[in-house]
């Protein structure tokens, strides 16, 4: 029902910034909640921050003051500003959706690579 479709991912240096998009189409008008998660390997795939229909936000706390997720005013894309990368936040980035109806449905991104290195 929603297709999330990811941008931005790269490789940047210690201490600098990449800005991660993603954009949701196909059944928006339901979505309660969109966020990125990301995914090492031989790791769970864990939540890097989410932002709800109504605004409100989460973050990880490995990244709080350094991300800042947004969307845009139709509120189907969402963005991941990433600054003050460490190489520790390297991982595959993946973009969810979530629609509640009546319990959590989740739609993933294809993942997009995010490479903190010198």
């Known amino acids: 029902q929603v297709q999330l479709v990811e941008s931005g991912g790269g490789l940047v240096q210690p201490g600098g910034s990449l800005r991660l998009s993603c954009a949701a189409s196909g059944s928006i008008f339901s979505i309660y909640a969109m966020g990125w998660y990301r995914q090492v390997p031989g790791k769970e795939r864990e939540l890097v921050a989410r932002?709800?229909?109504?605004?409100?936000?989460n973050y990880a706390d490995s990244v709080k003051g350094r991300f800042t997720i947004s969307r845009d005013n139709a509120k189907n894309t969402v963005a991941l500003q990433m600054n003050s990368l460490k190489p520790e936040d390297t991982a595959v980035y993946y973009c969810?959706?979530?629609?509640?109806?009546?319990?959590?449905?989740?739609?993933w991104g294809q993942g997009t690579q995010v490479t903190v290195s010198s």
């Open positions: 932002i709800t229909n109504g605004g409100n936000t």
């Open positions: 969810n959706a979530v629609k509640i109806s009546p319990s959590p449905i989740n739609y």
